[in-house]
């Protein structure tokens, strides 16, 4: 749980972590920023998650994720094609008498079914992902896996993260900026952007940053494999107003604990960075 001062209580704070680009450590900081902060981890990049190899939680509870597609019952279509019309994502089509049905493009919309006059419509179920939750390193651990092949992540990351649990829940978000994270920003009080100094780093950054102030939701930037404290991404947050929430070294050792799937915070001399980030995230998240 995370203090409120203003209201004297505990609040459940669901903090989404996002880099504009993939490969700035946002995972490594995530799983350490949850675990110095003692919240919830939820792998919500659904289509890569790999939090759990640093977290290792025992798995204690496995879920399907179940969407709808529709079923053409043939003994009673009269190949109207109404279904077919109103379908606006191509999930159907009339070939000659025959309905056929691209299951994957269906969004569940529904439409089909409520145009077809004959019963000759109805749905059916079947298994996009998974949701894994458990324990490791003594916090609470979650994640959501999308089938490979499916293209539709957002049921994944819906059922994922509708029941995330009480307390701070870090969200660990798919890089980028696509509807994989603005359907996770729906679920973020809060944000984090995790940026490394390079001009790819900034560049992407800033279409971050313009989604978050889209999303109005208040967020603090951390700077990774940062070498000199003069750089890029600190003129740019000073020239915007942003407030930066810390920053991790460029170090080699960093990279070999990453590649041998350690938790940096296990490491003395990381532990009080990570201490001292999640210090910084409860002042600002909590003041603004
Ligand atoms: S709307 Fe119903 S009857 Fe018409 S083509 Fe579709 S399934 Fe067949
Ligand atoms: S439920 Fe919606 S998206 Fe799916 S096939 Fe029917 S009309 Fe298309």
């Known amino acids: 749980m995370a203090w409120d001062p203003d209201l004297g209580e505990e609040i459940n704070l669901n903090i989404a972590v996002l880099s504009g680009k993939g490969g700035t450590g946002k995972t490594t900081i995530s799983a350490n920023l949850a675990l110095a902060l003692q919240g919830n981890y939820i792998d919500v990049d659904v289509e890569e998650p790999n939090g759990f190899l640093f977290l290792k939680p025992q798995i204690d509870h496995r879920e399907e994720v179940l969407v709808n597609y ?4 043939k003994d009673q279509c009269k190949s109207c094609g109404r279904c077919v019309a109103i379908c606006q994502f191509n999930a159907l089509a009339q070939v000659g008498k025959e309905i056929l049905v ?3 493009l269906c969004h569940d919309c529904g439409a089909c079914k409520i145009v077809c006059e004959d019963q000759a419509l109805t ?6 992902g998974q949701i894994e939750r ?3 390193n003594s916090i609470h651990c979650s994640r959501g896996i999308l089938e490979v092949g499916e293209p539709m992540a957002i049921p994944v990351i819906r059922q994922l993260l509708k029941n995330s649990g009480e307390g701070t829940n870090i969200m660990d978000c798919s890089p980028g900026t696509s509807c994989n994270v603005v359907q996770s920003l729906r679920y973020a009080d809060r944000a984090i952007l995790v ?3 390079t001009a790819f780093g900034l560049h ?3 279409r971050a940053v313009a989604l978050l102030r889209m999303f109005l939701t208040p967020f603090g930037v951390i ?4 070498k000199q404290e003069e750089n890029q991404i600190r003129q740019y947050c000073q020239k915007e107003n942003i407030i930066i929430i810390g920053s991790l070294p460029y170090r080699k050792e960093i990279a070999t604990a990453y590649s041998k799937g350690e938790m940096l915070y296990h490491h003395p001399q990381y532990k009080q960075d990570f201490d001292q980030i999640a210090k910084r995230v409860r002042e600002v998240f909590l003041w603004n």
């Open 70 to 73: 529709p079923m053409i019952h």
């Open 195 to 197: 940026t490394e100094p």
């Open 223 to 226: 700077i990774n494999k940062e």
């Open 204 to 206: 992407d950054l800033k």
């Open 134 to 136: 458990g324990i490791g």
């Open 123 to 128: 749905y059916g179920q079947r298994s996009i």
């Open 102 to 104: 691209f299951e994957k």
